[in-house]
């Protein structure tokens, strides 16, 4: 059989490479041990070709995948689910090679590379991982059409066959893309998918937290504004809100229990003009959507509501890139009333933390008793007080506040936010904190704004009876172009600067930067936003707004595209039997034989074929036949098809040709009666 025969060592030495094509995607993710394993086995099974050294014996090769369960077991504590179960699929791979010798390993490691493909897509569905993805698939293809192949035609015809293949299947594909009814949540997360994620965004906050996440220029939304676009000082984008504090390190509840139930403290009263918008999220493992302040809850989609801190949450994990239509009133006022055990929330500190922090707000308290005074004066302390904005503050003690207020007064925006809301709840003033982001760049392609990791910002909110929560930030009171501007216009104030990478410190680097997030733009709104949302909008227009038209449609869509994909095939088998003088005898021959009954089945080769009816020919009938099958069989499968041979082959075919009409007299034994088919 045609899977046992060897495998050449041409045919090796072009899997290999594809083999790591496929896996390299994988190896960012997975332990670095493993990709040293699978990068050794596949450079010592092209060493072991090249210089033929034999494979290890069925003993090594059982010992070696013992080896890898125990270290898949030893990394991940288990050998199933979506990272180990991909991590144990890796080494499975790489392992094959150490056995592969014969066509039927071939084909079963092809196989199984097909289906890593599809485990990329579980961790990451950019348009890089599609682009390399497609790459991958038709070098994988070319090799299967290499390996059906009786007369090897040369890697640029499998290429090129493979790539023919993969456009007859696009416009199927887009049908199905489009027409199949989609489902809510992401098509290809699943639980336990939190390393999927890709926002550092933290439900908590201590010192350098945010510092270390600012480093980052990758993006953590998109947004597209549908008319006025508010000032780069008023875009605050909210996430978590955190209550309570151990000194050192904020919560949005307390340790051990749930978080609040929603109170009169986010109520929101809609005011001035509203501001619509289209978020495009990145895939993260917080629920939180990070809206503009502020959302009032009548305005939200079904599946997004208002958390305590008046923050917008998902009630599905947001695993994937998804794009919700919001709006937002920057004016409106977010509380109506704030009593008992709310106030008393909002006012907590820890005991016997920070006590230089507590005299001081204990004598601004006396000093001034208003709210809003009190936090101007904080402000003012912040402005005059010798506080620097800095991406590398010094290490904080125990009573990390004091250690900030009194002695280091150099930090970033959680240091600013954290000690501003220990100040107000320690003059008695409700206060909280709240992360998010500040800021948006608009890109340099394209009508949207780009909000990244490096925007994540820190800021505070007190209450004040009558006016509810008010935001305050007093990063603003120490680095003003941090909310005027960007981060890194304000750590030029101080000759600091991020590490960015080059396509951010080069002018080359940041226009195909611009364009390629352009492309991902466009590709997460139309392709990894398409749910089931925008595919209703999409399709009402035309009519299939509902499942069964959506079903009706795509059923006749794809009876249409296969009429037109068989048509393709038969014209182009047509056309090649036309141009090839061997097929063109060959089909006259079979012709003249049906018309005795005589003719080949659908499912036969031509030498199945002629074992079938040998039976029924004769004399020089027989010899006709027989010349022109062999004929036949040398010049289509067996022989290089140069000019000269076809031509030698062409006329032994015609000569025999000639001779096939005596079928019709003598030559044959007598005529097979066909089979009943009943």
């Not at 507590?358 to 005059?384: G, H, K, S």
């Not at 006749?556 to 182009?572: E, N, S």
């Amino acid at each position: 059989m045609a899977e046992t025969k060897p495998l050449p060592r041409e045919r090796l030495l072009r899997l290999l490479p594809v083999v790591a094509i496929v896996l390299a995607p994988h190896a960012p993710h997975l332990p670095p041990w493993i990709a040293l394993v699978v990068g050794a086995l596949i450079l010592w099974r092209a060493a072991a070709a090249l210089r033929a050294w034999p494979l290890p014996g069925r003993w090594v090769r059982v010992a070696l995948t013992v080896a890898a369960f125990a270290g898949v077991w030893i990394s991940f504590g288990r050998s199933s689910g979506q990272v180990a179960g991909t991590a144990m699929l890796t080494l499975m791979i790489a392992l094959k090679l150490t056995e592969l010798n014969d066509r039927r390993g071939e084909m079963v490691v092809l196989l199984l590379l097909y289906f890593t493909l599809f485990t990329h897509f579980l961790r990451d569905q950019a348009l890089w991982t599609v682009l390399w993805m497609l790459v991958a698939v038709v070098l994988i293809t070319a090799l299967l059409i290499d390996g059906q192949r009786l007369q090897r035609a040369g890697w640029r015809a499998d290429l090129s066959a493979a790539g023919c293949l993969l456009l007859l299947a696009l416009p199927l594909m887009l049908v199905l893309w489009v027409l199949f009814p989609r489902i809510s949540g992401p098509l290809w997360g699943t639980p336990g998918a939190s390393d999927s994620a890709r926002t550092g965004m933290s439900e908590t906050m201590s010192p350098g937290d945010i510092a270390s996440l600012i480093q980052s220029d990758a993006v953590a939304f998109r947004v597209t504004f549908d008319g006025a676009v508010p000032e780069k000082r008023a875009r605050y984008w909210r996430g978590p809100v955190l209550w309570f504090s151990d000194g050192r390190t904020w919560y949005p509840h307390r340790r051990g229990l749930g978080p609040p139930e929603r109170d009169a403290s986010a109520d929101l009263a809609p005011q001035g003009a509203a501001i619509d918008y289209q978020l495009t999220l990145e895939p993260q493992s917080l629920p939180y959507v990070f809206a503009l302040d502020y959302a009032p809850p009548g305005t939200l989609p079904a599946d997004l509501q208002l958390d305590a801190g008046a923050a917008v949450r998902s009630t599905a994990p947001l695993r994937a890139t998804t794009r919700f239509p919001l709006r937002a009133y920057p004016e409106a006022r977010l509380g109506t009333s704030l009593r008992g055990a709310l106030r008393e929330r909002a006012l907590q500190l820890p005991a016997d933390v920070n006590p230089r922090t507590r005299a001081l707000a204990a004598d601004w308290r006396r000093q001034t008793p208003q709210a809003v005074a009190l936090a101007q004066r904080a402000l003012a302390f912040y402005r005059n007080e010798g506080f620097a904005y800095t991406l590398s503050p010094p290490l904080l003690g125990a009573d990390s506040v004091d250690a900030f207020l009194f002695d280091a007064r150099r930090g970033f925006c959680e240091h600013f936010a954290g000690s501003f809301v220990t100040l107000m709840r320690a003059a008695g003033v409700p206060a909280r904190v709240v992360l998010g982001y500040q800021g948006a760049e608009r890109s340099q392609v394209g009508d949207y704004y780009i909000v990244r990791q490096s925007d994540a910002h820190a800021w505070a909110e007190i209450w004040v009876d009558g006016a509810g929560w008010l935001r305050i930030d007093p990063t603003a009171a120490v680095a003003p172009d941090r909310i005027e501007f960007n981060i890194d216009t304000a750590l030029e104030q101080r000759g600091e600067q991020r590490t960015l990478p080059w396509t951010g410190q080069w002018a080359v680097g940041a226009w195909l930067g611009a364009r390629w997030d352009f492309l991902n733009m466009q590709w997460d709104r139309w392709i990894l936003a398409y749910g089931p949302e925008l595919q209703r909008a999409l399709l009402s227009r035309v009519g299939l707004g509902d499942w069964q038209h959506m079903l009706l449609a795509l059923t006749a869509a794809v009876a249409l595209l296969m009429a037109v994909i068989a048509a393709l095939a038969v014209r182009t088998s047509l056309r090649e039997v036309a141009r090839d003088p061997l097929a063109r005898e060959w089909q006259r021959i079979t012709h003249r034989l049906a018309r005795s009954g005589l003719g080949p089945e659908p499912h036969e080769g031509p030498l199945a074929y002629a074992e079938r009816i040998r039976g029924q020919l004769q004399g020089d009938t027989l010899r006709a036949f027989n010349d022109a099958t062999d004929a036949y069989v040398r010049g289509r499968y067996l022989t290089a098809q140069d000019s000269d041979a076809a031509a030698v082959l062409h006329t032994r075919i015609a000569a025999a040709r000639r001779r096939v009409p005596v079928l019709f007299a003598a030559g044959l034994r007598r005529r097979p009666q066909r089979a009943d088919k009943s």
